[in-house]
């Protein structure tokens, strides 16, 4: 059976589609603002998430994040920001999978003297 080269062409252009559709659909978008805050000190934030959080990735080294089981359905993420590189506005993400494999991206920001 010979396949038409048309439909060869639209294979990649759809599979492509799909691909980037799923990676920039987040599931959640949650944010915390830390407000002003001194360059000298590092600031921490807990998120509280009613699923089960199988992966965590930061994007930056001035962040990190570690996931506790409070109760049987909730989960904490301890997010720390250290801003002693930074001045002025800044936000960094945080990035989750839970165990469905839906994205999840915690947003911080700060305003740093």
């Not at 915390?32 to 199988?54: C, K």
């Not at 001035?62 to 109760?71: E, L, M, N, P």
């Amino acid at each position: 059976m010979k396949i038409p080269l048309k439909l060869l062409l639209l294979i990649p252009f759809f599979f492509f589609t799909c691909f980037f559709c799923n990676a920039s659909n987040d599931n959640q978008g949650i944010e915390h603002d830390f407000g002003t805050i001194p360059s000298t000190h590092t600031v921490t934030h807990d998120f509280i998430l009613n699923q089960e959080i199988t992966n965590v990735v930061t994007l930056c080294e001035c962040v990190k994040a570690k996931v506790d089981k409070k109760t049987a359905q909730s989960y904490v993420v301890h997010v720390e920001f250290d801003p002693r590189e930074y001045k002025g506005a800044t936000a960094e993400e945080i990035l989750l999978v839970n165990s469905s494999g839906e994205r999840i991206t915690l947003r911080i920001k700060a305003f740093v003297q």
